[in-house]
């Protein structure tokens, strides 16, 4: 969370999405114990957390982090919670909220990616060794050379 990264929500504003230095954004003292600032153009008060996963969260930071990064390695929510030790619930609650964080990332950077070739490879590895999919699979492979080499 760095004060670089934060800009004013406020879609009517003029400041609107400008980061803090280009912006109308000061430094506002604190709300609840977490730094804010305030937008001089509309007036606004923006938590240094707002558009963070950490954003309205209930606990440590780094207990909630601890979690993200014990799911992320493979281990049960059971085996997080124990970790952690706080309820499995809870850590079932801090896995849905960081990956809608995740999903929100990854549809604002990949909004306008232009994909030119895409490596499918795994997935044909996976559809071609199910017994019921070959006949297909290598119809769609023909087809898919044939067009591609046209192409070409």
């Known amino acids: 969370m760095e004060w670089e990264s934060l800009y004013c929500p406020n879609r009517n504003c003029r400041c609107y999405g400008k980061p803090f230095k280009t912006g109308c954004l000061v430094k506002d ?9 305030r937008c001089q153009a509309c007036g606004r008060h923006i938590a240094l957390r707002y558009g963070t996963a950490y954003c309205g969260l209930d606990a440590e930071p780094a207990l909630f982090e601890l979690a993200v990064r014990a799911l992320a390695e493979g281990n049960s ?5 124990r970790i952690v030790l706080t309820d499995k619930d809870t850590v079932c ?3 849905d909220r960081a990956a809608r964080q995740c999903r929100r990332v990854m549809l604002y950077l990949w909004h306008d990616l232009h ?6 490879d795994e997935l044909w590895s996976f559809v071609h060794t199910k017994q019921a999919n070959v006949l297909g699979a290598k119809t769609y492979s023909k087809t898919y050379t044939i067009y591609h080499l046209n192409l070409l």
């Open 29 to 37: 003292g604190n709300s609840h114990g977490h730094p804010r600032a």
């Open 115 to 120: 994909v030119r070739e895409c490596q499918l």
């Open 77 to 81: 929510l059971r085996a997080t919670a």
């Open 93 to 95: 609650a801090w896995l």
